[in-house]
């Protein structure tokens, strides 16, 4: 029969418009939340990290949102550039041990 | 600097064979994380050390699965008998510390025919 991958969520954007990626967590012991990027061919790079005692950080041109009463993150990415596209990946981290989500696979158009 | 190494970056085998996947960390980074890659799961962790000990090796599929962490600067990953569902991106990461950000490698592609 014919094999069915991970459904990633998709987002198209414009270049020079705002993105926000979001990420739905489990487990509500981690203490720690990575975004990373991912381009085709490439490991998946650091962007942006937050501890679970802020709900908010700022990086250059990007911004991670914590809402741990729903257990949510969100990345937000400022003035989207085609370099931006890329698969996007939060992770969450108990014990050491980092788990990532599904991936959103976002693409820029020029 | 340099980054985490992987060797080789792609392999393909045949069904059987023995597979074996290494892993050069960054200079000063006391965790490594071994990750597996695929469309159907995703990454997944399989095992990760921590001062070249292993801490967690849940992840492993099965017992065909073996990782070693001789040194600080030495990690391999192996598959004996490797199989076709074997097939994957495998990946190698480092960190200061278990809650640090993780340095990927590049990956090592596996194809097991």
């Known amino acids: 029969g014919e094999s069915v991958g991970l459904h990633l969520p998709t987002l198209s954007v414009q270049e020079g418009d705002n993105s926000i990626i979001n990420c739905a967590y489990s487990?509500?012991?981690?203490?720690?939340f990575i975004w990373y990027k991912q381009e085709s061919g490439k490991g998946p790079q650091f962007i942006i990290d937050i501890r679970s005692n802020m709900d908010k950080r700022q990086g250059q041109r990007v911004t991670v949102l914590l809402n741990k009463t729903v257990k949510h993150l969100s990345l937000q990415i400022a003035a989207t550039q085609p370099g931006d596209s890329a698969v996007y990946f939060c992770?969450?981290?108990?014990?050491?041990?980092?788990?990532f989500g599904d991936g959103t696979t976002l693409t820029v158009k020029p | 600097d340099a980054g985490v190494i992987q060797s080789p970056r792609h392999e393909v085998t045949e069904m059987g064979q023995e597979v074996t996947l290494r892993c050069k960390p960054i200079s000063g980074h006391n965790s490594l994380f071994w990750y597996r890659q695929t469309m159907m799961r995703g990454l997944e962790l399989l095992i990760y050390f921590n001062n070249n000990v292993p801490i967690d090796d849940s992840g492993m599929p099965e017992d065909r699965f073996s990782a070693k962490m001789p040194n600080a600067s030495f990690s391999t990953l192996k598959i004996q008998p490797s199989e076709p569902r074997d097939s994957a991106v495998y990946f190698c990461a480092s960190s200061l510390g278990v809650t640090g950000e993780l340095f990927f490698g590049e990956g090592s592609r596996l194809t097991v025919l």
């Open positions: 992770a969450e981290t108990n014990a050491g041990k980092s788990t």
């Open positions: 487990n509500s012991a981690s203490d720690y």
